[in-house]
């Protein structure tokens, strides 16, 4: 089961910073976090993914609290195109499975 | 450009007649997954494999097949569809299993129904 948990929803003006929230308290101190998003059907895309330290890519930031127990996805420009489903993910163990939740449905407005 | 290719998109079928969905990654990746979506189930592990020719069963095993004989390629096989595998199903791969450190790249999808 997952171990994250996220808002069903949210509305981000086109422009503005879209900041997505996760819990994810039970994840072990050596676990990564992930973000993926998806769009309509298609593929999970991968977002970033952090440990300890604060990151920043092409894409996105994520800001991970000090106590590790909740991170937040920070898209600084929001486009129409980032409207889509995004979640927080973790591994789930010796499989290599990743272990989806129920995700944000972030919905970008003109 | 680095990618994981599923084929066919979509498939529309009868029960019983036997059908493969291929996968295959050009990034040389060893970890090679198959995940199907399900309404309100989210995604769900079916196999998985972490070279060639080492395969093992995720959570939902029932019903399928893999095989693992080159590196590249991770083929899914439903031997006897069953409407219950009606679904969309995504292949992934990473580097490697073993460091969490290692974002899975996935598919675009491949949309089953069986009639």
């Known amino acids: 089961d997952a171990k994250t948990t996220q808002p069903t929803s949210m509305d981000c003006a086109e422009g503005r910073a879209a900041n997505l929230p996760c819990n994810h308290s039970t994840i072990s101190g050596n676990e990564y976090v992930y973000w993926y998003r998806q769009i309509h059907s298609q593929g999970p895309q991968y977002i970033i993914h952090g440990l300890k330290n604060n990151e920043t890519n092409e894409m996105a930031s994520l800001i991970i609290t000090e106590d590790r127990k909740s991170s937040t996805l920070i898209l600084p420009h929001a486009t129409l195109r980032d409207t889509a489903v995004y979640y927080c993910v973790h591994y789930g163990g010796s499989q290599g499975n990743l272990i989806f939740g129920k995700g944000t449905k972030l919905s970008v407005k003109p | 450009e680095a990618q994981v290719t599923q084929n066919p998109r979509y498939l529309i079928t009868v029960t019983g007649k036997k059908l493969t969905v291929t996968c295959s990654q050009n990034?040389?990746?060893?970890?090679m997954s198959w995940y199907r979506q399900d309404p309100g189930l989210g995604l769900r592990q079916i196999y998985y494999?972490?070279?060639?020719?080492?395969?093992d069963k995720g959570d939902v095993p029932e019903g399928y097949k893999v095989s693992r004989k080159e590196k590249r390629n991770f083929p899914l096989i439903l031997e006897s569809p069953s409407p219950n595998q009606t679904s969309l199903y995504f292949c992934a791969s990473s580097r490697d299993r073993g460091n969490s450190n290692q974002p899975q790249h996935f598919g675009d999808g491949t949309r089953l129904s069986i009639l």
């Open positions: 494999s972490m070279n060639v020719e080492v395969t």
């Open positions: 990034m040389n990746h060893e970890y």
